[in-house]
T-cell receptor
Framework: DTEVTQTPKHLVMGMTNKKSLKCEQHMGHRAMYWYKQKAKKPPELMFVYSYEKLSINESVPSRFSPECPNSSLLNLHLHALQPEDSALYLC??????????FGEGSRLTVL | KNEVEQSPQNLTAQEGEFITINCSYSVGISALHWLQQHPGGGIVSLFMLSSGKKKHGRLIATINIQEKHSSLHITASHPRDSAVYICAVASGGGADGLTFGKGTHLIIQP
């Protein structure tokens, strides 16, 4: 299994909702990433988890809350988001060689 | 902070043409990645380079560490190669995130 699986693929939520994005990989990679990508822009790093511990938080607002329950799973909890948070959220994992594997992304729309 | 510049930003070519996309960066890196993204889709990693040259099918990637420059070549281009190609660099050896270029939007016309 050489996949990074993200669910859901599409999510529409209101500004008062609480939802979560999920990312899963079974390749034994110990570094996992959340990126945010707006249309026609490159991805922006949000969070890095290394060995299930948060190692980088790129000054992301607290309405985004990451969680790494185990070495295969990465969640991004969403609460009280703003319309400008609408974007494609990409998860990636990194092999020990440095090679990266990206998921298909979760496209989020905040109304 | 590393600055990553890609050129061209947009490229339209005819099927069969040889394509070159360039990437330059400002400070030393541990690895350079070439990534492909189709419209509305996720990202696929094409190559990871720290030196020399790699080839996979019709794709070739080269890197010159001294000149801080990399190129991605596509031979015998095909409409299915139409995508955004992104150069990204890793500056550290650990789990640091990548610094991305702005991407090259490639369209191959039949």
């Amino acid at each position: 299994d050489t996949e990074v699986t993200q669910t859901p693929k599409h999510l529409v939520m209101g500004m008062t909702n609480k939802k979560s994005l999920k990312c899963e990989q079974h390749m034994g990679h110990r570094a996992m990433y959340w990126y945010k990508q707006k249309a026609k822009k490159p991805p922006e790093l949000m969070f890095v988890y290394s060995y299930e511990k948060l190692s980088i938080n790129e000054s992301v607002p607290s309405r985004f809350s990451p969680e790494c329950p185990n070495s295969s799973l990465l969640n991004l909890h969403l609460h009280a988001l703003q319309p400008e948070d609408s974007a494609l959220y990409l998860c990636a994992s990194r092999e020990s060689t440095g090679e990266l594997f990206f998921g298909e992304g979760s496209r989020l729309t905040v109304l | 902070k590393n600055e990553v510049e890609q050129s061209p930003q947009n490229l339209t070519a005819q099927e069969g043409e040889f394509i070159t996309i360039n990437c330059s960066y400002s400070v030393g890196i541990s690895a350079l990645h070439w990534l492909q993204q189709h419209p509305g889709g996720g990202i696929v990693s094409l190559f990871m380079l720290s030196s020399g040259k790699k080839k996979h099918g019709r794709l070739i990637a080269t890197i010159n560490i001294q000149e801080k420059h990399s190129s991605l070549h596509i031979t015998a281009s095909h409409p299915r190669d139409s995508a955004v190609y992104i150069c990204a660099v890793a500056s550290g050896g650990g789990a640091d995130g990548l610094t991305f270029g702005k991407g090259t939007h490639l369209i191959i016309q039949p």
